[in-house]
C-alpha cells in the first residue's frame, strides 16, 4: 500500500492551540502555529495584531498568501489596505513592511501561509533575524514547555 492511501482528511481545532508572542519582534503580537511542514519548508499561522502595530521590514525567499480575518492592514511599501476577506499574494523576493490600521476593530486577525524562509531587518537596515518552519516550531515548543501545554506534533500530516 502506498503511504498516500493511508493519509486521511485532519481536522484542526483552533481552540486546540495556543497564541505565543511574536517575540522578539513584538511584545503584542501574537501567531498562532498550526501546521509545518518540514518537506515544502512550509507554515501555516494565524497572526493576531493591535491596531497600530508596526512590524519588522522582511524579505520573502518563498511565497506567502495571507488572508484577511479581521482588522485592517497595508504595508508602508505598498497603498492598497487588505480588509476583512481580502486576499494578498506575496512573491518570492518581495521586501515590505506590515502596518495594522487604526479604527478597525481592535486588532487584525490573518490567515498566513509561508513556504520558505522570511528574513527580518533591524531598523538600520540590517538582518537581524531569519525566521521559518523550524523557528516557528522552536517558538511554539518552547512556549508550551514554560506554560506547562502539551504540545500537538504540528509537523504531522494527520490531525
Known amino acids: ?20 508572542p511574536f517575540a522578539p519582534y ?8 498550526i501546521k509545518a511542514d518540514p518537506v515544502r519548508g512550509e ?4 497572526l493576531r495584531a493591535p491596531m ?3 512590524l519588522p521590514m522582511h524579505h520573502h525567499g518563498g511565497t506567502v498568501i495571507v ?7 497595508r504595508y508602508a511599501e505598498h ?6 476577506g481580502s486576499i494578498v499574494y506575496e512573491t ?21 501561509i509561508t513556504t520558505g524562509d522570511l528574513v527580518y531587518f533591524g531598523e538600520d537596515g540590517q538582518m537581524a533575524a531569519i525566521e521559518n518552519w523550524r523557528t516557528a516550531v ?13 504540545p500537538r506534533d504540528v509537523t504531522h500530516f494527520g490531525a
Open 1 to 20: 500500500m502506498m503511504n498516500f492511501e493511508t493519509i486521511d482528511t485532519a481536522i484542526i481545532h483552533d481552540e486546540d492551540l495556543p497564541w505565543t
Open 26 to 33: 513584538s511584545g503584542t503580537v501574537e501567531v498562532k502555529l
Open 43 to 46: 507554515t501555516v499561522t494565524l
Open 52 to 54: 497600530g502595530t508596526v
Open 67 to 73: 488572508y484577511t480575518i479581521a482588522g485592517a492592514w
Open 79 to 84: 497603498d492598497w489596505i487588505a480588509t476583512p
Open 92 to 112: 518570492a523576493g518581495s521586501r515590505h513592511t506590515p502596518i495594522t490600521i487604526e479604527g478597525h476593530g481592535d486588532a487584525t486577525v490573518t490567515l498566513n
Open 138 to 150: 522552536d517558538r511554539y515548543l518552547a512556549y508550551c514547555a514554560e506554560h506547562g501545554i502539551e
